[in-house]
């Protein structure tokens, strides 16, 4: 039997340091943290070689004094907690007092500091994790620490290391999120000389945003900003135009915190169900401010792990928020036109103007609870499905658009006064310039026919009813259907805009909206089963429906456990029994994997399955379709400007300006 041995203590504070430090990227994360604790306004971040040859970061903070200076390299020694109880609700970033220790057990230090009382600062140098000198020197107020030949005394975790231009991009995105959390403060990141970027430091979001990650990306995010339950959600989140093929830029921050999260990533990406593509990620830089009694950060060494102490209401806060800045969205992506060997402009890292920078959309608790279906949330006097059969047409099989919205029963379309309008608006006389023989069109399916669930039936020849105080008619803009390009795209002029239409993604988002409408009708019901339903989970599948028992009662499950036998007794309404079993499942394990909500996991279900149904029932590109049909639909993509994607999270429309045209024929 090997002899036990007591590690010495310079042994022990290797081990220490690999659990902090493992590469330059986490020297520079816990340096950034003590500099933004300590009061910085302003800190500057210089590399060479990857971090691996040198590293410095410098503020302006508070200073360590003189006495403190050679405390500070010591293992467990912090400024930011003296009880136990300090724990229960840290509010700074660091606070186990190991980062300095770790950082210098590892390479050579040399901590530069003077405190603002102090007519002189000091230098400590140390190699090793051993003091080797403690001297007076001159320096500005605040700290700058200079870590060198980092591993030097440790070769075997030195050649683990990425190459040099890794570990640069490394330190990069540690920047970057360090400075996306604090907009307040203005940082600079130098690397081998050369200046990567710079934030203005002025408490600008969207200005910080802009610096990192350039203007077109910054141009395409949205401004959200709620709150729920105590938690607060602001930040950004990306348009359906500005997504990724994998989730590394989505950022999130607890109390300014960046961290790792599986409940918020399970919250965003469940929001964009219907407005992006599966198998792409939505970009994010999302601020969570919760009670700091209520989340836990002293799970992880590297502090990139939290726990909540109610996951559910964290889910929900950050579900609600995105959701609905998506459902209130109303931006549709640009087609620019570069000019023949123009030279791309820059990157620029100036602020936004005022006038650039978009407007928060400001939430409340009930508008982040209300239905995000955009059907839902705009009413209109525009019919809500299109006819099976056209109306009848004017002289030669021609129609006006006030003939066609007199066949339905429509009011007279409002305009916009001449005087607001940049371009001129069709005349209320004048027919659309379309000549297509009326062709038949399919009536819609059922939206569940081929899937889960298989019973519930849409009908969509009559639209939802509205609520009779917002039963005003829509003003639609001024426009004017130009013609059709390919039988696929509609283009339609609007002020100084010239849209593109894709017909049969439009037509396919109006559908499905009304669908979701549809099954609202059906919530609550429930149906009891006179022979159960026997099925068989595992163990932590039959502990969650029992934690959730009362959350799946009120969406119309019912059922009895015994060890891992589960007896379903009642099912919701509109799913077939056959349907049940797995959709339970599938309950269970959502609630298992992404801690979402039940009627959520079970409402994103039933969407994801009228997709087929919603594309199968639209108009199709490519074939030739009358008049009417083109003008019903492009009044009702008008009147519901947040309608910009399809379900699979295709665009309905993209706008080309006038000025982009002049641009492109040298006319300006």
């Not at 198998?279 to 992880?300: K, Q, S």
């Not at 640009?334 to 005022?354: F, H, I, K, Q, V």
């Not at 009536?443 to 669930?453: G, Q, T």
């Not at 009627?599 to 379709?625: M, P």
Request: proline residues 7%; glycine residues 6%; hydrophobic residues 40%.
């Amino acid at each position: 039997m090997a002899k036990i041995n007591v590690l010495s203590f310079a042994v022990a504070n290797l081990i220490a340091a690999g659990e902090v430090v493992d590469r330059p990227s986490s020297v520079i994360k816990e340096l950034l943290e003590n500099a933004i604790d300590a009061g910085a306004t302003k800190i500057t971040v210089e590399i060479q070689r990857g971090g691996i040859a040198f590293m410095r970061v410098t503020d302006n903070g508070c200073g360590i004094s003189a006495e403190d200076l050679p405390v500070a390299i010591r293992r467990h020694a912090t400024s930011k907690i003296k009880e136990a109880s300090d724990l229960d609700g840290i509010l700074t970033l660091g606070f186990r007092g190991e980062a300095l220790a770790a950082i210098a057990a590892v390479s050579r230090l040399r901590i530069l500091t003077r405190t603002a009382d102090a007519e002189m600062g000091n230098l400590l140098e140390s190699e090793a994790g051993n003091v080797v000198r403690v001297t007076e020197q001159g320096c500005a107020k605040g700290t700058t620490v200079i870590v060198e030949e980092l591993f030097a005394n440790v070769p075997a975790r030195r050649k683990f290391l990425k190459k040099d231009s890794a570990e640069t991009m490394a330190v990069a995105a540690i920047v970057e999120r360090v400075a996306l959390s604090r907009p307040d403060i203005a940082f600079s990141f130098i690397a081998d000389g050369s200046r990567r970027f710079d934030t203005a430091g002025d408490g600008k979001p969207e200005n910080t945003l802009h610096a990192v990650f350039g203007r077109d990306f910054a141009r395409r995010m949205i401004p959200i900003s709620g709150s729920m339950g105590g938690i607060s959600v602001s930040g950004f989140i990306g348009r359906s135009d500005n997504v990724k093929a994998n989730r590394n830029y989505q950022n999130f921050f607890i109390n300014g915190r960046y961290v790792k999260s599986k409940t918020a990533t399970a919250a965003i990406e469940q929001a964009y169900t219907s407005y992006i593509a599966p198998e792409r990620y939505p970009v994010c830089v999302l601020h969570i401010d919760i009670n700091p009694e209520a989340v836990d950060v002293n799970v992880h060494p590297a502090k990139l792990e939290v726990k909540f102490s109610n996951e559910k209401l964290v889910f929900e806060a950050v579900y609600g928020a995105v959701r609905s800045a998506l459902s209130q969205n109303s931006d549709r992506p640009e087609l620019s036109l570069d000019r023949a060997g123009a030279t791309p402009s820059p990157r620029s890292y100036l602020p936004l103007r005022d006038s650039d920078a978009p407007k928060p959309k400001q939430l409340t608790v009930e508008s982040m609870l209300a239905p995000t279906s955009s059907a839902e949330q705009k009413t209109v006097d525009i019919p809500a499905s299109r006819p099976a059969q056209p109306p009848a047409s004017g002289v030669g099989g021609r129609m006006t658009a006030d003939q066609y919205r007199a066949a339905l029963s429509l009011p007279p379309r409002q305009t916009v006064p001449a005087a607001e309008v940049v371009a001129p608006a069709r005349r209320e006389t004048e027919p659309i310039p379309l000549r297509r023989e009326p062709a038949p069109v399919p009536a819609p399916r059922s939206p569940m026919h081929d899937v889960v669930p298989p019973a519930v039936s849409v009908p969509v020849t009559e639209p939802p009813a509205a609520p009779a105080a917002e039963s005003t008619p829509a003003v639609l803009p001024a426009y004017r259907i130009i013609g059709e390009a390919f039988n696929c795209y509609v283009l339609v002029e609007q002020g100084d805009t010239l849209l593109l239409i894709d017909k049969h993604a439009a037509h396919e988002r109006i559908l499905f909206e009304e669908f979701k409408a549809k099954l609202r009708q059906v919530e609550g019901a429930a149906q009891l089963l006179l022979t159960p339903i026997v099925v068989t989970m595992s163990g932590e599948e039959c502990g969650a429906l029992e934690d959730y028992r009362e959350e799946l009662a009120g969406i119309g499950f019912a059922f009895t456990l015994s060890g891992t036998r589960v007896e379903i007794t009642q099912i919701p309404g509109g799913v077939s029994a056959a349907a049940a079993p797995d959709l339970l499942g599938l309950l269970a394990a959502q609630i298992l994997t992404d801690r979402g909500d039940v009627k959520l996991t079970r409402d994103l279900l039933f969407e994801r399955a009228l997709y087929q149904a919603s594309c199968k029932s639209a108009i199709k590109g490519g074939r030739v379709y009358d008049d009417g049909h083109i003008a019903w639909l492009v009044e009702r993509l008008l009147a519901l400007p947040d309608i910009t994607v399809c379900p699979h999270g295709r665009p309905v429309a993209i706008k080309l300006t006038h000025h982009a045209l002049d641009r492109q024929f040298s006319r300006e």
